[in-house]
C-alpha cells in the first residue's frame, strides 16, 4: 500500500513538472476567452464592470505567462495595447493613471515570469529545460541565441527584450551562464520597459491615423 502511494506521489509530482505551466496558463486563457466573448455577445456593462474590477490583478499572472514563454495562446504585442484599449481608454481621452499601472503591472510580471525561467536554466540547466513539454524552444534556435549571449554578454538581455521575435530568448543563456540574478532582473525589467511603450506608442498612433479600419 504504501509502495503504491508512493507510485502515485512521483506520477503526480512528474505531471506538475511537465504539464502544471501548461494547466495554469490554459487556465488563464479561458478566462480571457470568456470575458472577450461576454464583452462582444454578452451584457456589456456587466462585462466592463468585471473588467474595471479584476483587469489589472487579472494582467500580473498573465504577463507572469508571457515572461516564462509560456502564453502560448495570445500574442504577446497585443497585451499592453488591449489593456489600453479596455481599462484606459474613455470618450474623454487616456487615463493615464491607469496607463501607468498597466505598464507597473506588466513589467512586474513580465520581469516575475523572465526571473522564474532565468532560475529554471541557472538550476536545471539548459538540457533539463529542453527535456520538459512546456518548453517550445527549440535546441537549434536556442543555439543561436547561446551565440548571441557569448557575443554580447549581458547587454544582450534588455536589447532583445526590447524587440519582437527575440523577446524572452536570452534568458536561459544568461542563467546558463549564472549572471547575477538581481543584475539580470534589472536588466530583463529595462528591456520589457522599452518593448512595451513603443506597442502602446504604435497601438496609439494607428488608432489616430485609422490605420486599424483597414482590419
Avoid: C
Avoid at 533539463?128 to 537549434?140: A, I
Avoid at 549571449?149 to 527584450?161: E, I
Wanted: proline letters at 3%; glycine letters at 8%.
Amino acid at each position: 500500500m504504501a509502495s503504491l502511494d508512493s507510485t502515485r506521489r512521483s506520477r503526480l509530482r512528474a505531471f506538475a513538472e511537465d504539464y502544471g505551466l501548461i494547466v495554469v496558463a490554459g487556465f488563464f486563457f479561458l478566462l480571457a476567452v470568456a470575458g472577450a466573448v461576454l464583452f462582444v455577445f454578452g451584457d456589456e456593462q456587466f462585462a466592463q464592470r468585471i473588467i474595471d474590477t479584476y483587469g489589472l490583478p487579472a494582467l500580473l499572472p498573465i504577463f507572469v505567462l508571457e515572461g516564462a514563454m509560456l502564453l502560448y495562446f495570445a500574442p504577446s504585442e497585443a497585451l499592453v495595447p488591449g489593456a489600453i484599449e479596455f481599462l484606459a481608454t474613455e470618450s474623454a481621452g487616456y487615463e493615464w493613471a491607469t496607463i501607468a499601472l498597466i505598464f507597473v503591472v506588466a513589467t512586474l510580471g513580465a520581469t516575475l515570469g523572465q526571473v522564474a525561467l532565468f532560475l529554471l536554466a541557472k538550476r536545471g540547466g539548459r538540457e533539463w529545460l529542453l527535456q520538459k513539454p512546456w518548453f517550445r524552444v527549440d535546441e537549434s534556435k536556442l543555439d543561436r541565441f547561446d551565440r548571441w549571449f557569448d557575443r554580447w554578454g549581458k547587454w544582450a538581455v534588455p536589447v532583445s527584450n526590447a524587440l519582437l521575435f527575440t523577446r524572452g530568448m536570452l534568458t536561459v543563456p544568461a542563467g546558463v551562464a549564472e549572471i547575477d540574478t538581481r543584475e539580470f532582473a534589472a536588466l530583463s525589467a529595462a528591456g520589457t520597459v522599452v518593448f512595451e511603450a513603443w506597442l502602446a506608442l504604435v497601438w496609439h498612433y494607428a488608432v489616430e491615423l485609422g490605420l486599424l479600419n483597414f482590419f
